[in-house]
């Protein structure tokens, strides 16, 4: 693995147990509780198997899987994996977890229908070859679904040493630009949802532009559909 690469393992193995805490409210009740929901309009199980791109402790994989897709988890921490394992185990479930880098994904080319990819690709050292790896692995027409995180978001702080020249496991992105990213590289917008801070009221991001709606959001999910280049 890359340096960058290294650091991070290090540091999300640090954080695992105190997100394996967290992941079934996160998931059930919290920023990400529109997310499997907006997935499951975008690929359905008969498109094909899915891959759970930075699967985290494997609560979406072990979701998904309960409703019949045929899904498999990456994380680039190996204790992340092993939560994800147990709690696979601890449901019956028999999902193909793996660490790896999502920069350099263990898959042949064209093997999935569906990729599911949330607040990930901003914590690589390179968002274009992570978005262009994910391509790859995606079947033509498969679908990305790409969560990226909003300006004000509280784990944008992960970033923030970097103005001391220091290394960080995280690149700043705005999602315009993850959408504009995508598209300029070999995908098509299909839908975008966000997932707005507290004290964002529906008639309040009703009444707002696109771009303004990405800029008061915890985070932002794009539906990404994989085209010829």
């Known amino acids: 693995m890359s340096e960058w690469s290294t650091k991070a393992a290090e540091q999300w193995d640090q954080f695992a147990s105190d997100w394996h805490s967290n992941s079934d409210t996160m ?4 920023s990400r509780r529109t997310i499997l929901p907006f997935f499951e309009r975008q690929v359905s ?4 198997p899915i891959l759970d791109a930075g699967c985290a402790d494997g609560y979406a994989s072990c979701k998904l899987a309960t409703l019949g897709y045929n899904v498999e988890g990456v994380d680039i921490a190996g204790e992340m994996i092993r939560l994800a394992n147990d709690r696979a185990k601890q449901a019956g479930l028999a999902i193909p977890f793996q660490t790896g880098d999502i920069s350099r994904l263990p898959f042949a080319d064209d093997t999935f229908a569906g990729v599911l990819s949330i607040n990930v690709v901003e914590f690589t050292p390179s968002p274009l070859k992570a978005i262009r790896e994910l391509r790859r692995v995606l079947i033509p ?6 969560g990226i995180l909003g300006p ?20 700043t992105m705005m999602p315009w630009e993850a959408k504009q990213l995508a598209t300029e590289n070999g995908f098509q917008l299909l839908e975008e949802e966000p997932v707005y801070k507290e004290g964002v009221t529906p008639d309040i991001a009703g009444r707002l532009r696109v771009e303004l709606r990405e800029a008061v959001s915890f985070l932002t999910v794009f539906a990404l559909q994989k085209v010829e280049a």
Request: glycine share 14%.
């Open 27 to 30: 998931w059930e009740k919290g």
């Open 45 to 48: 199980p008969a498109d094909g």
């Open 141 to 146: 027409g498969g679908v990305l679904v790409l």
């Open 152 to 171: 004000t978001a509280g784990p944008r702080a992960h970033s923030y040493r970097r103005l001391y020249d220091e290394q960080t496991i995280q690149n």
